[in-house]
């Protein structure tokens, strides 16, 4: 039982069928957490959940992309964590690519009031980084110090190289994979890393695995993740599938 611990299947892609891509996944034994990117997508992915039982779950909370485009409330974003199907806060974190480098100060403010409401209200945190993990790092082991390392949750969609993938996991981080193994060398990184401490994602639509040529991506297909990775570690498909969704159930308690 795969779990696709990163999906939007609330998003635009997904509005004509989503219901069917989730019975889909569903059918094969495939779990997932939809996760936001500003409200509304965060309401999205909490009132699709709530549709289902065991298998669909949500996580809430503003992509620094948006940062700029919505005002934070944190208040707004706890009413939505009210749902027992919500499993973290998310996605949040910094983003330097291109343009929305021009905005770090906003970018770092509201990641700073996210984490402190995901400790608020006791849930992890799905990070996004994107060329900036050295001030990621340098706020995480800030807020770890203030903390006594309580605070715990994943690196989605991880890119950087084994040094920093190594001081995220030192401070008790999941590292999470997705179809960007495909475009990206990060055999090192996926070698190195314990399986205990890694998650299975699509990130879906985005990231369609190559094995499934221009299709938009979906759940279903982190089964091509979870191949890739067995490979890499040369070890087995069924041993990555269980110790990974072991991974997920331990970190967002489902």
């Not at 992309?65 to 944190?74: L, M």
């Not at 087995?236 to 990974?244: L, M």
Request: charged share 30%; aromatic share 12%.
């Amino acid at each position: 039982m795969p779990i696709d611990t990163h999906a939007h299947i609330n998003f635009e892609a997904f509005n004509r069928d989503h219901d069917e891509v989730i019975k889909r996944s569903l059918a094969e034994d495939i779990w997932m957490v939809n996760v936001g990117s500003k409200y509304s997508t965060s309401k999205k992915a909490v009132e699709i959940a709530e549709r289902y039982g065991n298998g669909v779950y949500a996580a809430v909370g503003l992509h620094p992309i948006h940062a700029r485009d919505e005002e934070f409330s944190a208040e707004n974003y706890k009413e939505l964590a009210k749902s027992k199907k919500v499993v973290a806060i998310g996605e949040i974190g910094l983003d330097y690519f291109k343009d929305y480098g021009k905005f770090k100060d906003i970018q770092k403010r509201i990641f700073l009031k996210q984490l402190n409401l995901a400790k608020e209200l006791n849930l992890p945190v799905i990070i996004h980084c994107r060329m900036a993990h050295e001030d990621l790092l340098e706020i995480l082991n800030f807020q770890f110090s203030i903390f006594n390392f309580q605070l715990k949750g994943v690196i989605h969609c991880f890119t950087g190289n084994w040094q920093q993938a190594k001081e995220y996991l030192d401070i008790g981080f999941y590292l999470g994979f997705n179809g960007i193994i495909y475009k990206l060398d990060l055999k090192e990184v996926i070698k190195k890393t314990p399986l205990e401490r890694i998650l299975l994602e699509t990130d879906c639509p985005y990231l369609t695995p190559p094995q499934e040529g221009d299709k938009r991506n979906e759940p279903v297909f982190v089964k091509y993740v979870a191949r890739e990775i067995a490979k890499i570690k040369n070890i087995s498909f069924k041993e990555v599938a269980k110790t990974t969704t072991r991974n997920a159930q331990t970190l967002f308690e489902i």
